[in-house]
């Protein structure tokens, strides 16, 4: 017998809900300028830089060199020595 009063309560609850939300995505979409919306132009495609070829391929002492340098410093000297000892026990 109650079924009336409490089905139309929430149908009534439902419907105002979905009104509120709608009023909040209204303001949220009028609160940003036109400074803040992104624009529609296309990104710029940046080309992958080219692999070497031939005997630019192929590394020399001098880069081995420059990485060593990069990579080994004092705090690490002796880690480092003990895998390189280790690889060539392998």
């Known amino acids: 017998m109650k079924r009336g009063p409490i089905s139309m309560g929430v149908l009534a609850a439902a419907l105002l809900s ?3 939300k709608e009023d909040r995505a209204e303001r949220v979409a009028a609160s940003y300028s036109t400074v803040t919306k992104a624009t529609e132009r296309p990104l710029a495609m940046r080309e992958p830089p080219k ?3 031939g005997v ?3 590394p020399v002492e001098e880069d081995y060199e420059a990485r060593a340098d ?3 410093t004092e705090a690490n000297f002796k880690a480092k ?3 390189l000892e280790q690889e060539l026990r392998l």
């Open 70 to 72: 990069s990579s080994i």
């Open 56 to 58: 630019d391929a192929v």
């Open 18 to 20: 979905v009104g509120c």
């Open 81 to 83: 020595l003990a895998e």
């Open 51 to 53: 692999a070497p070829e």
